[in-house]
């Protein structure tokens, strides 16, 4: 009779259906010494629940926290930046001062030869601009060929 009811929650400790007062039935069941024969391969499983309870953690754990290592990787962390951001600014300022002899020029001549060198390759960049313009009006034509205009072709409807 008992060992039904046994069966019964076990089945539903399988599928974790069980309360807790259920589990803890199933429990006292097991580590007594009236178990049913066929129930018997289920006391190993709810003895080493009983065993692991009992046992105590026995070594101690150090308290040592490493605020030292944090402390040593920030500063050296902001060593880097400073030292990132002076490389920055030492050679960004020496391109500075390059930049401002730009498009300046000691001989006429000279400047002249820039100046139609600069107007040339503006002139064919515009060249290219143009013959775009010219594919897109043969591309409007095309279109009113094909797609005629009703407006147009109406004869005063």
Do not use: C
Not at 18 to 37: C, G, H, P
Not at 93 to 120: C, V
Not at 138 to 152: R, T
Request: glycine residues 6%; aromatic residues 12%.
């Amino acid at each position: 009779m008992e060992s039904d009811r046994i069966e019964i929650i076990l089945e539903k400790y399988f599928h974790g259906e069980t309360s807790i007062a259920e589990e803890r039935e199933l429990k006292n069941y097991f580590s007594s010494m009236d178990v049913a024969q066929h129930l018997e391969q289920y006391r190993t499983i709810f003895g080493y629940f009983s065993q692991a309870k009992e046992q105590q953690f026995a070594q101690e754990i150090p308290q040592q926290t490493k605020k030292r290592n944090v402390a040593w990787l920030s500063i050296a962390a902001s060593v880097v930046v400073l030292l990132g951001i002076g490389t920055y600014a030492y050679f960004s300022r020496d391109n500075a001062i390059e930049k401002k002899d730009l498009g300046t020029y000691n001989d006429p001549e000279e400047a002249f030869r820039a100046t139609q060198q600069a107007l040339l390759l503006l002139s064919d960049n515009v060249k290219v601009g143009i013959e775009s313009a010219q594919y897109i009006q043969e591309y409007q034509i095309a279109k009113d060929k094909i797609f005629v205009n009703p407006k147009k072709h109406s004869g005063g409807l």
